[in-house]
């Protein structure tokens, strides 16, 4: 019985996996992007029409992420003269301009550092895999999409601004948290704490669910 290698995937909260590698905007390294938010996301393959909407979507949204500073990076096992053609290809057919670099990773070893190749799923091929890494080059937050679905942009620029607020106010947010709405004021970690937490002026249910408003 053949044994099945299982990919190593890269650990939140802890350093992610360096890179150094050639985009279709020159040589990029996770350096590169040190005091901006990063969010890396892999494709299986140019010129296929699930990925297009992806890409797409990444671009007419890009102002957006910027503006939370925060920088798109994309990624697929295909060279770097395939990225420059799909790239002209979406502008020509859907008007539409890919201002983001797609890293070349012909190699495999981007895609091999942060788990995109999926032996289930393909092994020469990425699955639609996003990260977010922070400003420290930390790894926050990974999401897996298989090869036949695409992504929702949109949830990424949510948790992107959860992860902002989480940071900024110590705070958790609850499920589809979007801004303007009571985020989680975190549980109490004495029984002590736990008896004071109705009084203390927050949005409170019981003592280890309270919210409030920022």
């Keep these: 019985m053949s044994q099945i290698d299982t990919p190593t995937l890269p650990q939140l909260n802890r350093p992610a996996p360096d890179f150094n590698a050639k985009t279709t905007h020159g040589q990029k390294t996770l350096a590169d992007y040190s005091g901006k938010w990063l969010l890396l996301f892999s494709h299986p393959a140019d010129f296929t029409p699930v990925c297009t909407t992806e890409f797409t979507a990444f671009a007419q949204r890009s102002t957006a992420f910027r503006a939370m500073n925060c920088e798109l990076l994309g990624?697929?096992?295909?060279?770097?003269?395939?990225?420059?053609?799909?790239?002209?290809?979406?502008?020509?057919?859907?008007?539409?301009?890919?201002?983001?670099?797609?890293?070349?990773?012909?190699?495999?070893?981007?895609?091999?550092?942060?788990?995109?190749?999926?032996?289930?799923?393909?092994?020469?091929?990425?699955?639609?895999?996003?990260?977010?890494?922070?400003?420290?080059?930390?790894?926050?937050?990974?999401?897996?999409?298989?090869?036949?679905?695409?992504?929702?942009?949109?949830?990424?620029?949510?948790?992107?601004?959860?992860?902002?607020?989480?940071?900024?106010?110590?705070?958790?947010?609850?499920?589809?948290?979007?801004?303007?709405?009571?985020?989680?004021?975190p549980s109490p970690a004495t029984t002590a704490a736990a008896e004071q937490r109705a009084s203390e002026g927050f949005d409170y249910v019981d003592w280890y669910f309270s919210r409030k408003m920022l």
Excluded: C
């Excluded at 090869?147 to 106010?169: I, K, P, Y």
């Design 75 to 185: 990624l697929s096992i295909d060279s770097v003269h395939s990225h420059i053609a799909w790239v002209r290809n979406i502008k020509e057919k859907f008007g539409v301009s890919i201002d983001f670099p797609i890293i070349a990773d012909l190699s495999m070893k981007v895609a091999n550092d942060y788990g995109m190749i999926q032996p289930g799923a393909s092994d020469t091929s990425a699955v639609r895999a996003t990260f977010l890494i922070d400003p420290n080059g930390i790894l926050r937050a990974m999401v897996y999409y298989p090869m036949t679905n695409g992504r929702s942009v949109d949830e990424f620029l949510r948790l992107l601004e959860a992860l902002q607020t989480s940071d900024a106010h110590k705070v958790a947010t609850p499920e589809n948290w979007k801004k303007g709405e009571p985020v989680i004021v």
